[in-house]
């Protein structure tokens, strides 16, 4: 009884940090600028952490699944980065309506 | 329910507790990312409010482990989320603001 409880409570977890993806997703597809896109992905790969970290918590294998986590963050770090760099030389000579 | 249980009981309920603190902070930043009116603003919901939230929700979560190695590996993902969330916002936010955008006021909406 007190497992199943434990479990509903770390699914009702993953189920709302999912939803929350959605409205970063949103933001992504529809961000008026190219920067507003940009900060919706670090909004997404944050969650995206978060729930790797959830479910190692619900398959009892944290251990495995933290690895990821920290791989994921590292992966997110450099690709940001880079885009950012991109887009601050591009931005520079372009306009930046679109 | 026997006497020894109740710590048990207890541990889980203050770990669930920080979980749902740090639900909330995660609600607030997600109405901040659909609501605030420009990138300069909406970086505060993305980088300030979201990386509270990951704290708590982090934070239950390596109480809910207990004493162990998994309570270091999932504190040195929180360290790491919060070393690196505020670099890659102060990055775009440059990025935006060098290539000439114009931060949201009243006058020029």
Do not use: C, Q
């Amino acid at each position: 009884m007190k497992e199943h409880a434990v479990e509903v409570f770390f699914l009702f977890v993953l189920i709302a940090i999912t939803l929350l993806i959605g409205v970063y997703l949103y933001r992504v597809l529809r961000g008026p600028t190219v920067y507003d896109r940009v900060l919706g992905l670090n909004g997404i790969s944050t969650k995206a952490i978060i729930l790797l970290v959830v479910i190692g918590t619900v398959y009892e294998r944290v251990e495995m699944f933290v690895d990821i986590a920290t791989g994921y963050a590292l992966v997110n770090l450099v690709g940001s980065l880079a885009i950012a760099k991109y887009l601050e030389e591009r931005g520079k000579s372009a306009d930046v309506s679109e | 329910m026997s006497l020894n249980e109740i710590p048990e009981l207890m541990h889980f309920l203050i770990s669930a507790g920080l979980i749902l603190v740090g639900l909330f902070f995660l609600l607030v930043a997600a109405v901040g990312v659909l609501r605030l009116p420009d990138v300069f603003t909406r970086s505060h919901a993305v980088s300030l409010t979201d990386s509270l939230g990951a704290f708590f929700l982090l934070g239950g979560l390596a109480l809910y482990e207990g004493f162990s190695a998994n309570l270091a590996k999932i504190l040195i993902v929180l360290v790491l989320l919060y070393l690196l969330n505020p670099v890659i916002a102060h990055a775009t936010v440059r990025a935006a603001h060098r290539s000439g955008l114009k931060p949201w006021s009243r006058e020029n909406r």
